[in-house]
T-cell receptor, first 112, second 110 residues
């Protein structure tokens, strides 16, 4: 079993839609949960991170972690064409030099 | 700050050739890493370094070498290129929780 599984894509939604992106993970030692956004032909950039369980909100974006079910979600409200990108979930343990493990990524397209 | 820089942006090699992908960061980060990104495979860790003089293997290290003689630089060497190494390569450096990625090198091996 892969350490991080991400819903396959691609995903296409109309502008203004609510988008839900999801990942599951297998190792309960993971404590940090990240979402990276990658625009076409660019490097990934950190969008949000959450420590342990709970929600974190930043503008139109909400990251949610449910450690009991090992489920990670990213919600995008009022999606915009500028949100069109590949979104990668990533997890890591608490060690200072612990490695990031990435999901495969899902490509989102927001249609005007 | 330039952040993480990578050269070249594009490269075409023939099977068996060797080359070095360059990576540099100006954020004084100790932790640096190399990933490759392939369609449907996500980002896979090749090698990483926790400081000058210290390197270790990641998930897919075969066919690649690294060294870390300075904090700033972390080159990736392809010893004898194979078509299976056709990919996009990203260098990253980590400060605190955040990992900063370079713009990538698109490598094609014929």
């Amino acid at each position: 079993q892969k350490e991080v599984e991400q819903d396959p894509g691609p995903l296409s939604v109309p502008e203004g839609a609510i988008v839900s992106l999801n990942c599951t993970y297998s190792n309960s030692a993971f404590q940090y949960f990240m979402w990276y956004r990658q625009y076409s032909r660019k490097g990934p950039e950190l969008l949000m991170y959450t420590y342990s369980s709970g929600n974190k909100e930043d503008g139109r974006f909400t990251a949610q972690v449910d450690k009991s079910s090992k489920y990670i979600s990213l919600f995008i409200r009022d999606s915009q064409p500028s949100d069109s990108a590949t979104y990668l979930c990533a997890v890591r343990t608490t060690g200072a030099n612990s490695k990031l493990t990435f999901g495969k990524g899902i490509t989102l397209s927001v249609r005007p | 700050n330039a952040g993480v820089t990578q050269t070249p942006k594009f490269q075409v090699l023939k099977t068996g050739q060797s080359m070095t992908l360059q990576c540099a960061q100006d954020m004084n980060h100790e932790y640096m890493s190399w990933y490759r990104q392939d369609p449907g495979m996500g980002l896979r860790l090749i090698h990483y370094s926790v400081g000058a003089g210290i390197t270790d293997q990641g998930e897919v290290p075969n066919g690649y070498n690294v060294s870390r003689s300075t904090t700033e630089d972390f080159p990736l060497r392809l010893l004898s290129a194979a078509p299976s190494q056709t990919s996009v390569y990203f260098c990253a450096s980590k400060g605190g929780l955040e990992q900063f990625f370079g713009p990538g090198t698109r490598l094609t091996v014929l």
